[in-house]
């Protein structure tokens, strides 16, 4: 049994321009990546784009994930399909999944991304995760 938990918050993310191949800019923090947790999770993410802010198309290899929306509006493309995103919407992105998300509201758009290992890593060329 483990006596310790992790505690993190989304003070002073990390700016990030030109997230999977676009161009502008984000933020982004780690809240916790493994080793911390126990079980197949890789890590837990807090991101955010600007007004007009894109996280580009791009898929993983080895991973899926979890987008939370916290707040604001976007678009999440899932394998060549634009669906609507808003605050309280949970998405999967399995892995060999293509996916990206654009901030389509007036407010920054935030959500939480929580990355978990796949149990049949995808073998067809190179992926992000």
């Not at 989304?10 to 990030?16: A, E, F, G, I, L």
């Not at 321009?17 to 916790?32: A, D, F, I, P, R």
């Given at each position: 049994?483990?006596?310790?938990?992790?505690?993190?918050?989304?003070?002073?993310?990390?700016?990030?321009?030109?997230?999977?191949?676009?161009?502008?800019?984000?933020?982004?923090?780690?809240?916790?990546?493994?080793?911390?947790?126990?079980?197949?999770?890789?890590?837990?993410?807090?991101?955010?784009?600007?007004?007009?802010?894109?996280?580009?198309?791009?898929?993983?290899?080895?991973?899926?994930?979890?987008?939370?929306?916290?707040?604001g509006?976007?678009?999440?493309?899932?394998?060549?399909?634009?669906?609507?995103?808003?605050?309280?919407?949970?998405?999967?992105?399995?892995v060999?999944?293509?996916?990206?998300?654009?901030?389509?509201?007036?407010?920054?758009?935030?959500?939480?991304?929580?990355?978990?290992?796949?149990?049949?890593?995808?073998?067809?060329?190179?992926?992000?995760?």
């Amino acid at each position: 049994m483990h006596n310790a938990i992790t505690v993190a918050d989304v003070h002073d993310p990390s700016t990030v321009y030109g997230v999977h191949g676009t161009v502008g800019q984000s933020w982004w923090k780690c809240l916790s990546r493994t080793p911390g947790p126990v079980g197949p999770w890789e890590a837990v993410e807090w991101a955010s784009l600007p007004p007009g802010g894109v996280s580009g198309e791009h898929q993983h290899s080895r991973t899926e994930e979890i987008y939370i929306v916290l707040c604001g509006h976007g678009e999440i493309a899932l394998n060549g399909r634009i669906h609507p995103a808003g605050p309280g919407d949970v998405i999967l992105t399995r892995v060999g999944d293509r996916h990206g998300l654009t901030n389509t509201g007036d407010e920054q758009l935030d959500w939480l991304v929580i990355e978990l290992t796949a149990r049949q890593p995808l073998h067809q060329g190179a992926g992000c995760g």
